[in-house]
């Protein structure tokens, strides 16, 4: 069965401090791969989606950026932290073929910027 | 803009109840339709999809019904548990060549009186 893990679960930095949060999915290949945010009291929001090595679509212009390295990896990253970088960000995955797929989500990062 | 929006942003139901969570969407295009649950501080869990071809699928305890007439869909759960209280968020696909598009509503809370 597939499995997606994502860590750190949370984490508390400062403003201007860089990010790193690593997600990645086991039990399939070549998923299409995503990062969305969910504010407080508030919808998910896509920031990047992914449908191979290297291959990264923005979604919204933003302070932070998505890597894959490998097939099953994704990392959101942030050079510089703002305090409306705050959130619960979450990783998800899909199957890559065919329309209407199901996106499957990890347990989600707090972060919160102080 | 194409939009999903739900109804309502919360709904308490007594235990033991059938629970209805509604949703409206404006693409008609769109082929695919999920229901996540998301329980506090943890990642939207996949309950129940549908396709555009169907009007009714039934899973254990939960029911969707998509009319397409009036681009609405609906969620039920049959004898509400407290284990049911969560945020449920809508989601619709929508396909555009080889490219689909999952777009999420807002969420609605459901809180399960004993």
């Known amino acids: 069965s597939q499995t997606i893990h994502q860590w750190p679960a949370t984490l508390v930095q400062p403003v201007g401090s860089p990010l790193s949060l690593e997600c990645t999915v086991e039990g399939t290949s070549n998923p299409n791969l995503y990062w969305y945010r969910q504010a407080a009291g508030r919808g998910l929001q896509l920031l990047f989606y992914s449908v191979g090595i290297g291959q990264i679509s923005s979604e919204v212009p933003q302070n932070l950026s998505a890597s894959r390295p490998q097939d099953r990896q994704f990392i959101l990253s942030s050079k510089k932290l703002l305090l409306s970088d705050s959130g619960f960000y979450l990783c998800?995955?899909?199957?890559?073929?065919?329309?209407?797929?199901?996106?499957?989500f990890g347990e989600g990062s707090w972060l919160t910027v102080v | 803009g194409e939009s999903v929006g739900l109804h309502l942003p919360t709904l308490s139901v007594q235990e033991g109840d059938n629970s209805i969570i509604n949703c409206a969407y404006s693409?008609?295009?769109?082929?695919?339709f999920i229901w996540y649950k998301q329980e506090s501080g943890k990642g939207p869990q996949f309950i129940i999809d549908i396709r555009s071809n169907m009007d009714k699928r039934q899973g254990q305890r939960v029911t969707v019904l998509l009319n397409k007439t009036v681009k609405h869909l609906s969620l039920q759960i049959a004898a509400t548990q407290p284990g049911d209280s969560a945020v449920y968020f809508c989601?619709?696909?929508?396909?555009?060549?080889?490219?689909?598009?999952?777009?999420f509503g807002k969420g609605i809370t459901l809180s399960v009186r004993p």
């Open positions: 693409n008609s295009a769109s082929d695919y």
């Open positions: 989601a619709e696909n929508t396909s555009t060549g080889a490219n689909s598009k999952l777009t």
């Open positions: 998800a995955w899909s199957t890559a073929q065919g329309s209407g797929n199901t996106i499957y």
